[in-house]
C-alpha cells in the first residue's frame, strides 16, 4: 500500500490496519447491494458509534495529494492540548470527552501549533480518502465521523460549537453522506471503472452488523482496543 511503501505512516506497525481498512473500502466499492438497510441499521446504533475504531487521518490537498503522514490513534501529540479543550462542556453531544489519539484533537494540536501544511484541504480518515481518490466525493459517514471526537451525535453533524473551541475549520472536514450511500463512481483509469462507491463505515460497526440477524433484541460485546 502507498502509505506504506513512500513512509506515510507514523507507525510501521499500524501497516495492518491499512490493509484492513483497505479491505473494507474495496468491499465498498464492489457494491453493497443492501445499502438502505445498512443505513437503517447503522441509525439502530447511534449511542454506540464512538467505537469506531477508525482514528487514521490523513491531510490531503485538494488533488487528493498526502500533506502529512497517515496519522492514527496512537499519535499522543495532543496530550498538549489544555485541559479544558480535552474536557470540554459537550461530552452528552459527542458521547465523550477529547482524548488524545482522537481525530480531531491531533488536527486541533496542529492547528494551534501551526503545525497545519500550507495547501491543506481536508483532514480526512483513510477511507474517505480512499473513496475521494476512487472517485467518490470527500464525504464522511456518521461512524468515521465520531471517531473524530467532534461530531453532535444529537444532531447527526459536526459540532460547530466545538470546532469552533478548538479552532479547527468546518470546511476542512468531510461533508456527510449517511452509511452505505452512493458517493460516486469509479473514475476511468482505474480497475472497476465505472462501478459505484458506496460510503464506508468503521471496522466495528461493519463487525456488529456482521453478526447480528436482524433480531432487536440481540447484543453484541465488543471487548477490544476501542472498547
Keep these: 500500500f502507498q502509505f506504506h511503501r513512500r513512509r506515510f505512516l507514523d507507525d510501521e506497525a499500524c501497516a495492518t490496519a491499512i490493509e484492513r481498512h483497505a479491505h473494507l473500502g474495496g468491499i465498498v466499492v464492489h457494491g453493497h447491494h443492501h445499502h438502505a438497510r445498512l443505513r437503517q441499521r447503522i441509525a439502530q446504533q447511534r449511542d454506540h458509534r464512538r467505537a469506531a475504531g477508525a482514528d487514521l487521518v490523513v491531510l490531503v490537498d485538494n488533488r487528493m495529494r498526502p500533506l502529512s503522514n497517515l496519522i492514527t490513534w496512537r499519535d499522543r501529540r495532543a496530550e498538549g492540548l489544555p485541559d479544558e479543550w480535552l474536557r470540554h462542556p459537550f461530552p452528552d453531544e459527542t458521547g465523550c470527552s477529547l482524548h488524545p489519539g482522537y481525530g480531531g484533537a491531533t488536527v486541533a494540536f496542529m492547528e494551534m501549533r501551526g503545525g497545519l501544511p500550507a495547501g491543506v484541504f481536508k483532514a480526512l480518515s483513510i ?44 470546511e476542512l472536514l468531510p461533508d456527510f453522506l449517511p452509511a452505505g450511500a452512493c458517493c460516486g463512481t469509479v473514475r476511468a483509469g482505474h480497475v472497476l471503472a465505472g462501478a459505484a462507491i458506496h460510503n464506508g463505515i468503521g471496522d466495528n460497526q461493519a463487525g456488529i452488523l456482521g453478526v447480528q440477524d436482524g433480531n432487536a433484541c440481540q447484543a453484541v460485546v465488543n471487548i477490544g482496543t476501542s472498547s
Design 127 to 170: 477511507v474517505s480518502y480512499f473513496q475521494t481518490w476512487l472517485g467518490g466525493k470527500t464525504v464522511t459517514d456518521e461512524t468515521f465521523a465520531t471517531s473524530f471526537g467532534v461530531w453532535n451525535l444529537r444532531k447527526n453533524a459536526w459540532h460547530e460549537k466545538l470546532l469552533v473551541l478548538l479552532g479547527i475549520p468546518r
